[in-house]
């Protein structure tokens, strides 16, 4: 027994002060995410990618604007929504100290302003993601010039695109278009 209380006395503390004193925890840590909405564009690439559905995003056509909600309670540090993120507007910290006494203190929010087709009006996506778009294109090279006047093109929805990329006329039925584009030697085979 007096050889045990030796070996005790000469490793010494094998726990933590925790909580009376800060835990360090390793390096590459996954704990809370912490959220920059600022360098946030919209996409909803984190909502897409979170397993455990702790990242929403809701759109109101109606006032514009798309909410983008962080519910921590769900959350389990996988850390997906930071490899996804274009922007790295979120990132895992290394504080996991989580405690609260109320659960509305759990979730994170931010709204984001859409912006609205040129041709019908209509909301379609986040206006800072089409703003990155188009600093995208000019930290590739393309003259800021150049961007400014394709403007229209980024700020249309897609359904109006779709409808401005219909070719001919639109009495000509798919069917009567393939049988005219038809080489002579392709027939209908008996």
Not at 85 to 100: M, N
Request: with cysteine; aromatic share 8%; proline share 5%.
């Amino acid at each position: 027994m007096l050889k045990l209380f030796k070996t005790i006395l000469k490793v010494g503390d094998t726990t933590v002060k925790y909580p009376f004193k800060p835990l360090e925890v390793s390096q590459g840590f996954r704990g809370k995410p912490q959220y920059d909405a600022e360098q946030c564009i919209a996409c909803g690439a984190c909502t897409m990618a979170c397993p455990a559905n702790a990242l929403t995003m809701e759109t109101d056509i109606v006032s514009g604007t798309r909410q983008w909600q962080l519910f921590l309670g769900r959350c389990i540090f996988c850390g997906r929504c930071e490899e996804v993120c274009p922007t790295r507007a979120i990132v895992l910290s290394q504080e996991f100290e989580l405690a609260v006494f109320n659960k509305a203190d759990l979730y994170q929010r931010a709204s984001f302003t859409l912006a609205h087709c040129q041709q019908c009006q209509k909301p379609f996506a986040p206006k800072k993601e089409v703003d990155y778009v188009m600093a995208l294109l000019i930290h590739s090279g393309m003259s800021a010039e150049n961007i400014e006047l394709q403007r229209p093109h980024f700020e249309t929805c897609p359904d109006c695109k779709r409808k401005q990329n219909i070719v001919g006329n639109s009495n000509i039925s798919m069917t009567q278009q393939t049988i005219n584009n038809q080489h002579p030697d392709e027939g209908t085979h008996s």
